[in-house]
Structure formats: C-alpha cells, structure tokens
C-alpha cells in the first residue's frame, strides 16, 4: 500500500468516525464558523451569520415568499447568496443540529445527532421541507396566492386589459398600503381594502338569511312539483311498463312457436320497445330532476352561510370558496363584482335576495312573483357546482 493511499483511506476512517460521533468535519456552511471545544477538536460554531439563516427559515415557512424574494430581502441586510447555496442552505439539516453521513460501503446513509448548537428548530425545518415538496412543479404564483392579506389574488381580472391582477403592499413613511394592481404599463390598481369591501358585500348578497332560505326552498320544491304534475309517474306508469314488457315476452312466443312471421314478429317487437323507451325516459329525467334539486338544496344550504364561511375562514379555504363561486376569473365594476362573471345560479339568488329584501321593506311577501323569478331552466346542474 502506498502511502498516498493509507493516508486517504485514514482520513475517511478519520471523518466517519467524527460524523458518527455528531460531530461536523467539513468545510462550515453559512452562519458556522469551526471553532473548538475543550477537549480541542472541530466542532461548529455559531457566527455573526447566524441570524440570518434562522430569518431564511423562518420567511420560508411562511410560505408567501419564493427564495428569489428572500435572497433579495437578506441581501439588503448584508447576507449575500447566491441561487445555489440558498437552495442548499434551505435543505441543510446541519441547521436543525444533525448530521449527515453519506452512505459508505455496506453502511446506508444516516442521519446523526449532531453535537454542534442547532440554529433552528427541527420543526421549523420540516415545516420548509414541507413547502419544498408541495412547491415541486407548481409555479411561482402559487406561493403568491398564499399571501394572508391578498386572498382575492389571482381571482381578479383587469377590467382595462384583461391581465389578472396580482397585488402588493407598498410603504410610506409611516403606513403600509396594499393593493391589487396589473403590471406596467397598465396603471389599474385597487386599493386592497375596497376590494375587499366590494367583494364582502357581494358576499352578503348572495347570503341567505333563514326566512330567504326557507322561502327559496319552498319556492324550488312547487317549481319541481308543477313539472311533477305535467308529467306524472304514477302506478299506472309502472303497470304500463310491466304491461309492455310481458307483452314483449309473448311476441317472442309467439315467434318462436311460430305463429308470427319474421316481419310481423319485427314490426310487433319495435312498437313495443319504442313505448317502452318512452316510458323508460320519464324516469330517467325524474330521477335528474330529483338530482338536481338535491343538488340545489345542497347548494342552498353552503350558500346560506357563505359570507361566515369566507370570513372565519383559513387563507386556503377562502381561496377554495372563492375559486368554486368564480370557476373563472371576475372583475369589479362600479365597485361590484361583474354580473357578467357570476355563476347563472348565484345571480339568480342574488337577485331572488334582492326582491325579498325589497318586497320585505314593502312589507309584503311577493312570493309568486318571486316563484316566477325561478325556473327549473336556472337550476341545470351545470351552472350549479357541487362545491358551492
Ligand atoms: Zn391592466
């Protein structure tokens, strides 16, 4: 053996058994320096850099800004990074006090306690892993949107070029401002606070309180009983159906033991199975329409709620309502929310709401014209989405 040789495979006899003693050997990474302990060997040490890892920690696991926006945030304040190491600084588990051992020969990886002080918590990490993972594939917006103060973010068009507006806050002297605004050279831009405004009130409408409810309920179920009436599904129905379908059998018989010919049995067969179809398709759309309207009473009842629901809500459940009120975007005009972009179904509440508020100031319960406001046409299932 050469004494090149002996003394590398020393060296890593050397560092494994320091690693698997916890105790980092390589070269510090930021916010480390290599100091001593008592007994004079390695050991890392905190330095001035530090905090700073604990801030790249800690802005991550908000997760409302990229690491483009941290890198940049730190830089001012002195940390300089680059696209690289911050990726690795993010990953390191040398920060949360383990260390790491590669696999070696027949030994798997590991992952040690390490004796070094820890800059951050294990569970600060693993919350940052956590968005690590999520973030794979998704773009950059969707870090975006997670931003507490901009739930409206992404939802809104702009009424002057069509961009989706995306939001900022910016800062005075003394205040902080937060806005939606397009992207330069369009100069829209909506202060946060009226969105909001704007878009609570449109919540309101469609809210129901409990006479609005019980009275739209009712209002639903006669519509479905006038189409009930005009097309009844009795006994008669079903001794119809029975009737038909014994007398196909006997055709067959008949044909078998040939009595019928092959035309007559052919002739005999379609009359019979076109009346039977018919008859078959009026269950078939009464069963739809039993499907809609428990899926408009479904409906009905998450929309009752809707304004608490987005107001206690969490940030993810207020964009998930907001995105199953607006499958596509909407847009503010004289400080309302577009008609245009409502779903038929909300718009219909809303403007049901609306008249019962108004007949309610008159003092008068207007319920047929408020029935005739309501058609079954309003409630197709494909205007109504599950979720809402
Ligand atoms: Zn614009």
């Known amino acids: 053996m050469t004494r090149r040789k002996f003394t590398s495979k020393f060296k890593t006899k050397v560092v494994l058994e320091a690693l698997k003693e916890g105790r980092y050997v390589g070269s510090p990474p930021k916010g480390y320096s290599v100091g001593r302990d008592s007994s004079k060997k390695p050991i890392l040490q905190p330095n001035h850099e530090a905090h700073f890892i604990q801030e790249a920690y800690e802005m991550y696991s908000e997760g409302v800004y990229n690491q483009r926006e941290i890198i940049k945030h730190l830089a001012k304040k002195g940390f300089k990074t680059s696209k690289t190491v911050f990726a690795k600084i993010i990953r390191n588990p040398l920060y949360y006090g383990k260390v790491f051992i590669k696999a070696h020969k027949e030994e798997p990886e590991q992952l040690v306690e390490g004796i070094h002080e820890p800059l951050i918590s294990e569970q600060l990490f693993n919350k940052v892993q956590a968005i690590l993972n999520k973030g794979k594939g998704a773009k950059n917006t969707n870090y975006k949107r997670l931003n507490p103060n901009f739930p409206l973010r992404g939802f809104i068009n702009c009424p002057k070029c069509q961009k989706t507006l995306t939001a900022s806050t910016s800062r005075s002297r003394k205040n902080y401002y937060s806005y939606y605004h397009c992207i330069s ?41 006038k189409i009930d009436a005009t097309n009844p599904l009795g006994p008669k129905h079903y001794e119809k159906l029975t009737g038909l379908k014994d007398k196909l059998t006997r055709i067959q018989d008949l044909f078998i033991d040939g009595e019928l010919s092959k035309e007559e049995y052919q002739q005999a067969k379609k009359r ?23 899926t408009f009473k479904k409906g009905l009842t998450k929309i009752q709620t809707i304004e608490k629901q987005y107001s206690t809500g969490s940030l993810d459940q207020k964009i998930k309502l907001v995105g199953s009120i607006f499958p596509q975007k909407f847009e503010f005009e004289n ?6 972009d409502l779903n038929p179904i909300l718009l219909k509440i809303s403007s049901i709401h609306g008249g019962l508020q108004r007949s309610k100031r008159k003092g008068q319960t207007k319920k047929n014209d408020l029935s005739s406001m309501v058609t079954a046409k309003g409630f197709e299932p494909p205007t109504l989405r599950a979720e809402i």
């Open 272 to 294: 019979c199975q076109v009346l039977i179809e018919e008859l078959e398709e009026k269950e078939i759309k009464l069963g739809k329409k039993k499907e809609i309207f428990d």
């Open 335 to 340: 400080k309302k929310i577009r008609t245009a």
């Open 185 to 225: 050279p369009c100069d829209t831009r909506i202060s946060a606070e009226d969105a909001h405004a704007w878009f609570n009130s449109f919540l309101k409408s469609i809210s129901l309180d409990n006479n609005s409810y019980t009275l739209l309920l009712e209002i639903i179920k006669e519509e479905f009983k």
